[in-house]
């Protein structure tokens, strides 16, 4: 699929990764749909990409009813759904048994519902909608790129809520893209390592700089433009279907 012009939903799109990509897309005279629930930071995103590029939609991606009418009011705005992808996510972090006694479910819950149910929800919203455009040459009607990531295999200690709900996104990438195959729909999936986002600006520079250190190389943080380049590739190379694929400079999670 051409990158250039394409018509995409971003969630968690007006701020880290998902913003990397928004303005990717945007630079290639995309057109998007931002799904998020920052107000803040969408009229930011919008204001950066432009709005007759990037449009703000409130979404709750747990919330089934509302992403169906936003998927919908997104095809509206944009004409077509070309590619959909899921970076909206929680860290939920916390021991299983902690100092004050056992993880509350309502926490680990809440982490599965954002990281695994979330990125479900909008999957298959999009799906629907795209399984009605015309196919390109090789049949193929759309993208959906979800992200889970490294903590998925490795999971450190007080990951566990994490670690199962973005393993659970490596785990449904495969049988979904088998599935959509039917449809000219391709389903891939990025694990990033350790990458700067606002999430990481807010930690001690000391503590970031030991992150950065623990990657083998090269030995820094990963860049949202580097996720969103391997997003364009993604899209762009159709023989990327119900692939997980690591972005990671090698690192492998110690366990804490």
């Given at each position: 699929?051409?990158?250039?012009?394409?018509?995409?939903i971003?969630?968690g799109?007006?701020?880290?990764?998902?913003?990397?990509?928004?303005?990717?897309f945007?630079?290639?005279?995309?057109?998007?749909?931002?799904f998020?629930?920052?107000?803040?930071?969408?009229?930011?995103?919008?204001?950066?990409?432009?709005a007759?590029?990037?449009?703000?939609?409130?979404?709750?991606?747990?919330?089934?009813?509302?992403?169906?009418?936003?998927?919908?009011?997104?095809?509206?705005?944009?004409?077509?759904?070309?590619a959909?992808?899921?970076?909206?996510?929680?860290?939920?972090?916390?021991?299983?048994?902690?100092?004050?006694?056992?993880?509350?479910?309502?926490?680990?819950?809440?982490?599965?519902?954002?990281?695994?149910?979330?990125?479900?929800?909008?999957?298959?919203?999009?799906?629907e909608?795209?399984q009605?455009?015309?196919?390109?040459?090789?049949?193929?009607r759309?993208?959906?790129?979800?992200?889970?990531?490294?903590?998925?295999?490795?999971?450190?200690?007080?990951?566990?809520?994490?670690s199962?709900?973005?393993?659970g996104?490596?785990?449904?990438?495969?049988?979904?893209?088998?599935?959509?195959?039917?449809?000219?729909?391709?389903?891939?999936?990025?694990?990033?390592?350790?990458?700067?986002?606002?999430?990481?600006?807010?930690?001690?520079?000391?503590?970031?700089?030991?992150l950065a250190?623990?990657?083998?190389?090269?030995?820094?943080?990963?860049?949202?433009?580097e996720?969103?380049?391997l997003a364009?590739?993604?899209?762009?190379?159709?023989?990327f279907?119900?692939?997980?694929?690591?972005?990671?400079g090698?690192?492998?999670?110690?366990?804490t």
């Amino acid at each position: 699929m051409e990158i250039n012009g394409i018509k995409a939903i971003v969630t968690g799109g007006v701020s880290g990764l998902g913003l990397a990509v928004a303005r990717r897309f945007a630079e290639s005279g995309g057109r998007l749909a931002l799904f998020d629930v920052n107000e803040d930071a969408a009229s930011r995103a919008v204001e950066q990409l432009g709005a007759e590029r990037a449009k703000f939609f409130r979404t709750d991606v747990t919330d089934e009813t509302q992403v169906v009418e936003n998927v919908e009011a997104a095809a509206e705005f944009l004409g077509r759904i070309d590619a959909a992808i899921n970076c909206a996510g929680i860290l939920g972090a916390g021991r299983v048994l902690g100092r004050n006694g056992p993880m509350p479910l309502d926490r680990f819950q809440s982490t599965v519902m954002v990281n695994l149910v979330g990125s479900f929800n909008v999957a298959k919203a999009a799906a629907e909608r795209m399984q009605r455009n015309d196919p390109n040459a090789d049949g193929e009607r759309g993208v959906i790129i979800n992200t889970a990531s490294v903590a998925a295999w490795e999971g450190q200690i007080g990951q566990a809520a994490y670690s199962a709900s973005k393993a659970g996104v490596v785990g449904m990438t495969l049988p979904m893209a088998r599935e959509f195959t039917r449809f000219g729909i391709r389903v891939n999936t990025i694990a990033p390592g350790v990458f700067y986002t606002p999430m990481v600006d807010t930690m001690p520079e000391e503590i970031q700089q030991a992150l950065a250190d623990s990657v083998p190389f090269p030995r820094r943080l990963g860049r949202p433009e580097e996720f969103a380049a391997l997003a364009v590739q993604l899209i762009e190379n159709a023989y990327f279907n119900g692939a997980a694929i690591r972005l990671d400079g090698a690192i492998r999670l110690e366990p804490t």
